[in-house]
Nanobody
Framework: QVQLVESGGGLAQAGGSLRLSCGAS????????MGWFRHDPGKEREFVSL???????YYANSVKGRFTISRDNAKKTVWLQMNSLKPEDTAVYYC????????????????WGQGTQVTVSS
């Protein structure tokens, strides 16, 4: 059974940092595009970042320069390092795995974690 489990969320002050982790099991991790999305109730689910099988990375403009995505296929883990956090980064952050090459559309991802809450106070 495929499982994606996020961790590392919590409370942070504006300007602070958090590092999210997503551990995968039950899939051939190295064959999947891994993405991070976030959802704050009342808003649209938003693409945050992705990293391809070959290490190509993309970021939403809202997080570019502040967040860094990385992966270790041997560890079957993807991370999202979040620096210079802003209150508008507050959301539930979801890890997702997909086979569509480089898509920011959450509807095209196949597997999802349960999410981890990130709250940034001013």
């Amino acid at each position: 059974q495929v499982q994606l489990v996020e961790s590392g969320g919590g409370l942070a002050q504006a300007g602070g940092s958090l590092r999210l982790s997503c551990g995968a099991s039950g899939l051939t991790f190295g064959t999947y595009v891994m993405g991070w999305f976030r959802h704050d109730p009342g808003k649209e689910r938003e693409f945050v970042s992705l990293v391809s099988r070959s290490g190509v990375t993309y970021y939403a403009n809202s997080v570019k320069g502040r967040f860094t995505i990385s992966r270790d296929n041997a560890k079957k883990t993807v991370w999202l390092q979040m620096n210079s956090l802003k209150p508008e980064d507050t959301a539930v952050y979801y890890c997702a795995a997909g086979t569509v090459w480089l898509t920011a559309d959450w509807r095209q991802y196949d597997y999802w974690g349960q999410g981890t809450q990130v709250t940034v106070s001013s």
